[in-house]
């Protein structure tokens, strides 16, 4: 059903910041988790889950005020929306429009699931994982993780 004119938009513009639009419906909350951002960090946030959209069926649209994402961070959203796309807003004005690309190395962003794996000790150690097509393979111990990345997100 289209939205009446008198709703108004569901989410306002953002000064500066970083939009991620074009969410998979339903992962926006998961997309903030994999970029790091918890109700504990300081950034103003603002979600819209389950949105109408023109391309796709529903989004979700993510708006993190006064910070503008790097590539590194916001390529590992493509493991979980794929179709994302990352706007970078100067005021008020979109200056940089990109997709987002599924990184070949994941660094500390997954737990690997193998109790016994090394990244699991109390060892200094981050958890490293390299993007295969049939899943997450752990470089130290060999673990692949086959479904379900968001449930093992540090
Ligand atoms: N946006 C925002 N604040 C701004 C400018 C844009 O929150 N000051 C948001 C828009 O609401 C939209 C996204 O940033 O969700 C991208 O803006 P724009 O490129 O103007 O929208 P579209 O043309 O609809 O984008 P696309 O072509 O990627 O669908």
């Known amino acids: 059903m289209k939205r009446d004119a008198r709703e108004g938009l569901l989410i306002s513009p ?8 074009h969410i998979t419906g339903g992962e926006a909350l998961n997309v903030l988790k994999i970029i790091g951002i918890t109700g504990a960090t300081t950034e103003s946030i603002s979600v819209a889950t389950n949105v109408k959209s023109g391309k ?3 989004k979700d649209i993510v ?9 590194e961070e916001v390529n590992r959203i493509a ?10 807003i100067r005021n008020y004005e ?11 190395i994941l660094v500390g962003v997954v737990r690997c699931p193998n109790p016994g794996c090394i990244s699991n000790t109390n060892e200094p ?12 393979h752990c470089l130290y111990c060999d673990w692949i993780i086959t479904k379900d990345i968001t449930s093992h997100l540090i």
Do not use: C, Y
């Open 14 to 21: 953002i000064r500066n910041g970083t939009v991620i639009d």
């Open 56 to 58: 796709m069926v529903k």
């Open 79 to 88: 493991l979980i929306a794929p179709s994302a796309s990352i706007n970078i």
């Open 125 to 136: 150690i981050d958890s490293k994982f390299e993007v295969l097509q049939k899943g997450l």
């Open 94 to 104: 979109v200056f940089e429009k990109k997709g987002v690309e599924i990184p070949g």
């Open 63 to 71: 708006k993190i005020e006064n910070r503008e994402l790097k590539k």
